[in-house]
């Protein structure tokens, strides 16, 4: 049979108002240095998505860093297809009139539009014919188009996502500053407890909370640690 020492009980009776209960805890974390705003780490741009940067971020290079071209075709000046009709083609030579580029590749000096490959059509071994003039800088892409250096990237404390992962890598960095995510240990209390997936007997429960708060404090960045059931 039981006797009453089985049934005593720790009251707490000596209640600390929030205020002071909060302030107690605050000063703790100074002590402790869990508050210094000054860890950071620099690391790879392709581990860093969900991190947040600890400084502002700005670009190297433009991007891009010439002007290209975006189509595979002839790049030529904009003025020697004007007139040009299906029943009234003209007529251009290589080298004075045109030249083949790439997509990406740089526009060669002194033209300023390009043609696809589809809209042309092969005459000779360095002539082409085209049927359709172009306008001004028609499929090219202009130095700095997307990004031009230095472009504020990041603002400080910004979180990084996977869409910035390219602007960072377009923009020439290959790494980024980010602060050192905070860590938070949980430790459950209680001889009552039991793990997640076991069968909980007569005056068990599982312990569950861990493994939400856990998850919450990683979705707000920090990592988090799960102890042993203590009683």
């Known amino acids: 049979m039981s006797s009453q020492a089985d049934f005593e009980r720790n009251y707490f009776l000596k209640d600390i108002p929030l205020q002071i209960a909060q302030d107690k ?8 240095g869990a508050l210094l705003k000054n860890k950071t780490e620099v690391i790879s741009i392709k581990d860093s998505v969900g991190r947040v940067s600890s400084q502002a971020v700005f670009a190297k290079i433009s991007s891009p860093h010439v002007t290209t071209s975006a189509m595979d075709g002839v790049a030529i000046k904009y003025e020697s297809s004007l007139g040009a009709t299906e029943t009234r083609p003209i007529k251009l030579i290589e080298g004075p009139a045109f030249l083949w580029v790439d997509t990406g590749d740089p526009v060669p000096e002194g033209f300023d539009s390009v043609i696809m490959i589809e809209d042309l059509e092969k005459y000779s071994a360095n002539e082409i014919i085209i049927r359709n003039p172009v306008a001004p ?3 090219i892409r202009k130095i700095a188009e997307d990004i031009a250096a230095p472009e504020l990237l990041l603002q400080q404390g910004a979180i990084i996502r996977s869409l910035d992962l390219a602007c960072l890598g377009a923009a020439g960095l290959s790494d980024v500053k980010v602060n050192i995510p905070p860590k938070v240990c949980f430790i459950p209390t209680g001889t009552e407890l039991v793990k997640i997936g076991e069968t909980p007997g007569p005056g068990q429960i599982i312990e569950f909370n ?3 708060l856990s998850a919450l404090v990683e979705d707000w960045g920090a990592e988090a640690s799960v102890l042993n059931p203590v009683p």
């Not at 805890?25 to 402790?32: A, G, M, T």
């Open 25 to 32: 805890y605050q000063n703790h974390l100074l002590d402790i």
């Open 137 to 139: 800088y028609q499929h």
């Open 210 to 212: 861990s493994i939400f």
